[in-house]
């Protein structure tokens, strides 16, 4: 499975704020299937994008 990067935040938000979901339900609104995950590696949140299969 691949996926496209659109956005990286860093996990350490001020408490009662959630930049990387707020920026992927803007994306949304847009019609575009963004979805929050976590790199537990960097420690950040990712907004990404389903990747297309390449044929």
Known sequence: MSAKVLERFPAGAPR???PAEEYA???RALG???TVV???KSDAF???LPG???D
Do not use: F, K, P, Y
């Open 38 to 40: 976590m790199d537990l």
């Open 32 to 34: 575009e299937a963004a």
């Open 46 to 48: 990712l907004v990404v």
């Open 25 to 27: 339900a803007a994306r």
């Open 16 to 18: 009662g704020s959630w």
């Open 52 to 54: 297309q299969d390449e």
